[in-house]
């Protein structure tokens, strides 16, 4: 198990999450910026390589009450990134989306001084009718809504990308090379991004003064007002002098019968899924747009700094 090399004076705060692609950047930053940082994780997971050796391990899972007690005991304040992204059911997302998040309110509730916590939602949970995923992260903010006396801020992030992403960065490559494939085929539709390091930002930003922020949901993103539309997105990351990309239109018809495919498989497998029929719906719906970064912003003096175009070179250049 990892050991800290030393206690930070600005206080301990428990991560959960920390071997994703999230976690792990914020993890980092946290240690960078003097934080005496405990991570739930546990031991056997394969992931836990991603953990940083300056950070102290709460062997567990958000499933174990023992181990979310340790890791919340003496805690300014607890971050949960940890999060199901794929299944093919709601039942797939419950157990860390919404189950896990009660289990950590529960222990966070029985401490004397109960610590502040931060919960990294989704923008998916504006929509919860749209797929089991969706659902599951609005119902995992409904659980923290019922614990009105603790101290809880709720982040939506869109899309994020970066170093260490493997969901995004392959669209972003075909993008890159001057192929871009639209969901349903509709170029109009607009989507917000966001860098993870200014998610991480973020998460610093709230850590100044999370009292302020209380019982509070906020969608953020880049700063690009309304989003980006396909062909906007396509000259952010392909860069508008190496000419026109070429706009791959998927119907909808055949990403559901993919996904049904997808679905029936992993029935037989049991395996977890990402493209599912709730999946799709997901990506070909109109607009996933935040709208919160000037209200964040406000209060915690955060605000977005790689807009997608430096941070898709960033990503492929460096």
Request: hydrophobic fraction near 40%; charged fraction near 20%.
């Amino acid at each position: 198990m990892p050991e800290p090399t030393g206690t930070a004076a600005k206080g301990s705060i428990l991560l959960t999450g920390a071997t994703g692609f999230i976690g792990r950047r914020i993890q980092d930053r946290l240690i960078a910026e003097g934080w005496h940082l405990r991570v739930l994780a546990r031991s056997a997971s394969a992931r836990a390589e991603f953990l940083n050796p300056r950070a102290e391990q709460v062997d567990g899972s958000l499933a174990d009450a023992g181990a979310l007690a340790r890791g919340v005991a003496g805690s300014v304040a607890v971050i949960n990134c940890a999060g199901t992204v794929r299944g093919s059911s709601f039942e797939d997302f419950m157990p860390a989306n919404v189950t896990g998040v009660r289990g950590l309110c529960e222990a966070i509730e029985r401490q004397s001084a109960p610590p502040a916590l931060l919960h990294l939602s989704s923008l998916a949970a504006e929509a919860p009718e749209i797929s089991d995923y969706a659902r599951s992260k609005r119902e995992g903010e409904r659980v923290l809504a019922g614990f009105d006396t603790l101290n809880w801020t709720v982040l939506r992030p869109p899309a994020v990308y970066g170093p260490g992403d493997t969901e995004m960065r392959s669209a972003l490559a075909l993008a890159r090379r001057g192929l871009v494939p639209v969901p349903g085929g509709d170029r109009s539709q607009r989507l917000s991004m966001l860098h993870v390091d200014d998610l991480a930002g973020a998460v610093l930003a709230w850590l100044r003064s999370p009292s302020a922020h209380l019982h509070h949901v906020y969608a953020i993103d880049d700063g690009k007002s309304d989003g980006y539309d396909w062909s906007e997105f396509a000259a952010a990351v392909r860069g508008t002098e190496k000419g026109r990309p070429l706009f791959l239109p998927l119907p909808t018809t055949l990403l559901n019968s993919f996904a049904w495919l997808n679905e029936r498989i992993a029935g037989l497998t049991g395996r977890a899924i990402m493209l599912s029929r709730g999946k799709v719906r997901e990506l070909t719906r109109s607009r996933w747009v935040a709208t919160d970064n000037e209200a964040f912003g406000r209060i915690s003096g955060w605000t977005p700094e790689i807009r997608l175009a430096e941070g898709v070179s960033g990503l492929f250049e460096s």
